[in-house]
């Protein structure tokens, strides 16, 4: 499957568009991905079987974007986010000034 980029609707095979994902801000759960075709930089959170794309709300992140990507796996760890779909694994690490206020 192809996911799309929602700034300039380009399409990605998921290796590419998962290893555009930097930066995984884990006390906010999201991490940053920077579209490789318009260079358009956004947030999102993984989720099980969907990409939500949103905004900050409080202390909170309303997702009002949702990219369905059947088969997705997350899974938090201490120093990053694990990206799994179909059994191919990408690490997110976690982002460094974070990481001194843990
Ligand atoms: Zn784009």
Redesign the pocket.
């Known amino acids: 499957m192809m996911i799309p980029?929602l700034?300039?609707d380009?399409e990605f095979a998921p290796d590419e568009y998962f290893r555009a994902c930097t930066d995984y801000n884990r006390s906010r759960d999201l991490v940053a991905w920077t579209?490789p075709?318009?260079g358009?930089r956004d947030e999102m959170r993984v989720l099980p079987g969907e990409l939500g794309f949103g905004y900050p709300h409080g202390r909170r992140y309303a997702v009002h974007d949702r990219v369905r990507v059947p088969g997705l796996h997350r899974r938090r760890r201490d120093l990053r986010l694990d990206i799994t779909l179909d059994k191919k694994v990408w690490h997110v690490p976690a982002r460094a000034g974070h990481l001194a206020f843990r």
């Open positions: 980029c700034a300039c380009a579209c075709a318009c358009n």
